[in-house]
């Protein structure tokens, strides 16, 4: 092995094949990234050794720690259509271009009628809405005694829109002969560890009042080798 | 710094004399620093795994004139604050009667050795049973659908228990997830969430209070 005399100065380094590297991994992050704007709330949900994927096509009730809930349909379409519809049940208008930036939206946790208000706000005054009614994000209101159950409508409203959404889809991809693969909507509930389940009882009995029984609680995976598996 | 490979294309054999070597020289520092700085960002904001969920079916509520507190084998798993748990086997009384003595609360916490362990030896049996089914299937001398009907049918056994979880106001969702995530794990194929009753609020406030 002899070595070659340097010629001083900074050594000559073959970098073609890291750059190469480099890049294939930004095209794959790149492609596979996909943006979502930040949740009205952040909450921790308690680990499980759940291993069933939340379905891509679901309805999420988020219940942060202070117990107030917040609403959120993926499907565009159904959430466009529910928006309409609790519009005209609770008097309250949307405008054509407020409708669209909607459908864009997570979740949300304010009440209806300060609802154009906050779809019109801009992402960072979010956090600190207010509204007209000066209540801000107090979640989305689920009084069962004045009654001002809006959550109980949006669930009912939501659900039956992704439901007839779905079936649309699928009865045009038969009519086309094509292969049909979504999934049927779901219920999903994503709950902080620390919230009483006080409250998480109170949503899910707006649910089970809906006659909806079955959940997807989302939950965050078990860390570490803790869990035993006895069947195995 | 890094090259580009040069004299592309030629093919002659030990031809051409490389005379523009110097100029094909390119410093790919900036782009490298570049490529680096997405690759970091990407990185960074991926969401790797969508997230995980359990799936849990709550209990439809009855109808009004019916009473539910008719369970055989049940054992009644009852949260409240400070991530306590007691538990009673069997009917609730609030009195001792002629059928037995007053129900009395048993605590247990979230450590191994104590909900893990109990619910080990409750379903001791049913669980050497689908244990025993699992090796077969393993051995492939089970079709995967007869080895899911037998899991199902040794879960609901009617001898196996059911277990009934209720929660106080103070309870944290988090303290619930893991009691069925311990019964998840202990392969417990009948457990339901009920509403507390009085008496057994009345009997936790007792054990919290007295502790």
Redesign the interface.
Known sequence: MSKKPSKGG?P?????P??DL??L??TF??L???FRMAEPVVVD??S???????P?NHILVT?DEKGRSFFGITNTTAKREALIEMSAKYKVPFTEAQIVKFTGLPSFGVDIKDLPAYIDAKEEARKTFRGPSGRGQTGIPLDTITPNNQLKDWIAIGGKKAVETYNSAKATAQKKNQAFKAEKPRY?I?????????Y??EV?KN???L?I??????????GGGT?????? | ?????EGGGGSHKGGKKRAKKQSTRMD?TP??DL??L??TF??L???F?????????????PPIDQKIDQVKNGITIL?TKEDRIFYYEGELRPEADDKGPKTTLTELNFSQGSLHKYL?EKNKVM?DQ??AL?VKHDNKQLEDTTYKRLVRERKSDKESYTYLIK?D??????????V??EL????VGKYV?V?ILKPEMDMINEKVGAN
């Open positions: 900074a000559v380094l073959d970098m073609t890291m750059v480099a890049f991994l930004v992050f790149m596979t990234a996909s949900p308690p499980s050794i759940g291993q069933v994927d939340l891509d219940i999903a994503k709950c902080a560890a620390t919230t009483k389940y006080i998480v009882k899910v649910f089970t009042d006659k029984y079955q959940f997807n609680l989302i939950t965050s995976l078990e869990v035993i598996n006895p069947t195995k | 710094m890094a090259e580009i490979a790919m782009m490298v490529a680096f997405l690759l990407f990185v904001t991926a969401t795994s969508k997230p995980k969920s359990m799936e849990l079916t709550f209990p439809a509520p949260l080990l669980q689908i244990k699992t929660t106001d103070q309870a944290t969702y988090k303290n619930v997830i893991d069925i995530d998840n794990i202990n392969v969430m509403d």
